[in-house]
């Protein structure tokens, strides 16, 4: 049976909702730390990618590139981030954290690794990764955004659909 209109019932409600709810926990436990959740965002992808661009780093975080122009501005103001010259092609400004930064990060990374363990524990290990999985499913999904034509119900068949540990439903 179809739901109304702005149903709480949909699935992107749902993520929604745990963004949300995820998204203040996080701000919340970095708070002490005096990373907000931008930055922190920005700190964990450089330390993941050394050497990245900000060009690069604006498509990975999904904004804009004059959002992550000012994000590392500020960063880089407070002595956790810095811009190197490409030693190729000078023109190519590359982003490394600072041994500041890299502290700064390592502290902030505490805060929220214990927000994940909270949640994993509120779930259990099997839920956990269950729900990693499927998020990852819905994160990779190519037809997100032409959803509205229907392929997705086309393209997708009984056969790769995940079961669902809750229904007991094995596919």
Known sequence: MPHAPGSSHRVIWALR???LAVEAAKEQRLRPT???GAHYAVLLHVARAPGITGAALARALGVTPQNVAGLVARLEERGLLERRRHE???HVLELHLTAEGVG???EADAAVSDL???AVDALGVAAAADLRALLEVVATADDLAGAGDGASSRRTSDAGRRPSPASGDTG
């Open 104 to 106: 700064r990060l390592a």
């Open 116 to 118: 994940d363990r909270a």
């Open 88 to 90: 190729l092609h000078a």
């Open 17 to 19: 909702r745990a963004f």
């Open 34 to 36: 005096g990373i907000a």
